[in-house]
């Protein structure tokens, strides 16, 4: 009997589309499903007649794989993920793989890269990104962990893979035991950033500016010819044309509140233990759980008041200082997010490559853009560039926008419309592009209350000083550490 190439388990969404991608790429495919009548189901509708062997038991499923096997599964991360990495080990032998394709978070993964290789057994996290349509027509895959597990799966994932225009795959290593999901949680985060950036864009328009739906969906339509060519510019013009059958659109009809798996925030606190000012995602993190506040806002807009919106100027003109705005925000949120990634590189002891990474993202991902391949332009020009803003391209569109980007954010203060992302990312321009900062009067205020010490511009840096303040403290100085 003929053996699988690649094992799965996980027919739901995201699993079954990917299963059709590999066995149209002329891979034989082994399915299993903690509800085996979803395989049956499977098998006799979207699987019948193409290379399928549907199982009914973990023990059948690895006996079906040719070796090495490649055990992957697409389950809801957490306790799934550990059950049915123990369920399959008593039926692998050394050197077989198991895979976890799902949004698990990068320090499970650290933990099950451990624990499977103390099995004498090979394993990858793996980022898998671009929705069901991306897992049936090609993603953008982000694998990380044992590293011998590279070349038996490569084949397959660069095959499946989402590929560029040059036809390079948006896939490639990543690094050791939880880079890949690390890289793939940083992508996450960059997408709620530019999610929320669109938002905020969005409602300036409608509510600063007046726009209707059908004058934003020709604006997003001519901004997705532009420098903001993206899938997610593309689909906010789509949503913005899109009517029911009533002629009505649907975008009026959908309550403001948003939902979230976790991945935003899993971004953000990351980037509080590393030290990293992911500000930007930060905020569009918390603009999530602002909007699910949905009854309070609506008693709190019965009792708050705020100016009057009256927009009467330009509005071509404010809508290409939008453009602008949403343009450097945007460069700024991938800014801070390759920081936050090269930090935990050098923690983890990742050698990420910054350059592969931006080409991974640029097919078959939410967050795939024109963009990117402008990043990958800079780590290939300077494989050791510390933030994307010092890059002579992405300088250079900064400081072209930043007066639209300025009058964006007083406007928007004026008319008292929320934009916490962009004007978040202005902030952090301002705040890295200034020598001197008031961290020296917050120094001072540390060391009055708690004797914290300080640093001084005229001694050399690690040399710390404590003053007595108010004549009543000793000379005693708190131990010095970043927590």
């Known amino acids: 009997m003929a053996k699988a190439d690649i094992g799965l388990i996980g027919l739901a969404v995201m699993g079954e589309n990917l299963v059709l991608n590999m066995e149209s790429k002329g891979f034989t495919v082994a399915v299993f499903n903690r509800t085996v009548a979803k395989v049956d189901s499977f098998i006799a509708g979207r699987g019948a007649g193409k290379n399928f062997i549907g199982c009914h038991s973990i023990e059948e499923f690895c006996a079906s794989l040719e070796r090495p096997r490649k055990v992957m599964m697409l389950v809801k991360a957490g306790d799934a993920v550990d059950s049915f990495i123990d369920q399959v080990i008593p039926y692998l032998e050394e050197g077989d793989i198991i895979i976890d394709g799902g949004n698990s978070h990068y320090p499970d993964t650290i933990r099950r890269a451990k624990y499977v290789e103390s099995k004498g057994l090979l394993f990858i996290g793996t980022g898998v990104s671009g929705g069901e349509e991306g897992a049936l027509l090609g993603p953008s895959i982000m694998p990380g962990g044992s590293e011998a597990a590279w070349e038996p799966v490569k084949p397959i994932f660069q095959k499946i893979s989402a590929h560029t225009e040059a036809g390079e795959p948006c896939c490639e290593w990543v690094g050791a035991d939880g880079a890949g999901h690390?890289?793939?949680?940083?992508?996450?985060?960059?997408?709620?950033?530019?999610?929320?950036?669109?938002?905020?864009?969005?409602?300036?328009?409608?509510?600063?500016?007046?726009?209707?739906?059908?004058?934003?969906?020709?604006?997003?339509?001519?901004?997705?010819?532009?420098?903001?060519?993206?899938?997610?510019?593309?689909?906010?013009?789509?949503?913005?044309g899109y009517k029911d059958e009533n002629g009505e659109a649907v975008i009026d009809q959908i309550l403001d509140t948003a939902g979230q798996k976790g991945t935003g925030k899993w971004t953000a606190v990351s980037a509080l233990d590393c030290g990293q000012p992911l500000t930007l995602i930060g905020e569009a993190v918390f603009a999530r759980c602002l909007s699910a506040l949905k009854n309070e806002r609506v008693?709190?807009?019965?009792?708050?008041?705020?100016?009057?919106?009256?927009?009467?100027?330009?509005?071509?003109?404010?809508?290409?200082?939008?453009?602008?705005?949403?343009?450097?925000?945007?460069?700024?949120?991938?800014?801070?997010?390759?920081?936050?990634?090269?930090?935990?590189?050098?923690?983890?002891?990742?050698?990420?490559?910054?350059?592969?990474?931006?080409?991974?993202?640029?097919?078959?991902?939410?967050?795939?853009?024109?963009?990117?391949?402008?990043?990958?332009?800079?780590?290939?020009?300077?494989?050791?560039?510390?933030?994307?803003?010092?890059?002579?391209?992405?300088?250079?569109?900064?400081?072209?926008?930043?007066?639209?980007?300025?009058?964006?954010?007083?406007?928007?203060?004026?008319?008292?419309?929320?934009?916490?992302?962009?004007?978040?990312?202005?902030?952090?321009?301002?705040?890295?592009?200034?020598?001197?900062?008031?961290?020296?009067?917050?120094?001072?205020?540390?060391?009055?209350?708690?004797?914290?010490?300080?640093?001084?511009?005229?001694?050399?840096?690690?040399?710390?000083?404590?003053?007595?303040?108010?004549?009543?403290?000793?000379?005693?100085?708190?131990?010095?550490?970043?927590?």
């Open 182 to 240: 690390f890289v793939k949680m940083v992508h996450n985060g960059i997408e709620y950033g530019d999610m929320q950036m669109i938002c905020e864009t969005y409602q300036m328009m409608k509510e600063g500016i007046g726009l209707s739906n059908e004058e934003m969906h020709e604006v997003f339509k001519e901004w997705n010819k532009s420098e903001l060519d993206s899938y997610l510019i593309e689909i906010t013009r789509d949503i913005l």
């Open 299 to 483: 008693e709190a807009s019965k009792v708050l008041s705020g100016p009057k919106v009256a927009f009467d100027g330009d509005k071509a003109a404010m809508v290409d200082d939008l453009k602008q705005a949403l343009y450097a925000s945007k460069i700024v949120s991938y800014a801070q997010g390759y920081q936050l990634m090269r930090a935990a590189a050098e923690e983890h002891g990742w050698k990420l490559n910054n350059g592969e990474i931006a080409l991974m993202w640029r097919g078959g991902c939410i967050i795939r853009s024109a963009f990117l391949g402008n990043i990958k332009e800079a780590f290939d020009t300077n494989p050791d560039l510390v933030n994307l803003l010092l890059d002579p391209f992405f300088k250079d569109a900064v400081e072209n926008a930043q007066a639209a980007w300025r009058r964006v954010i007083i406007k928007s203060v004026e008319f008292g419309i929320p934009m916490p992302a962009i004007s978040a990312a202005l902030a952090y321009f301002d705040g890295y592009r200034a020598a001197r900062l008031p961290a020296n009067l917050l120094q001072a205020q540390r060391d009055y209350f708690g004797a914290h010490t300080y640093e001084r511009l005229d001694k050399p840096r690690g040399e710390f000083f404590h003053t007595n303040w108010t004549g009543r403290g000793g000379d005693t100085a708190a131990s010095t550490y970043i927590a």
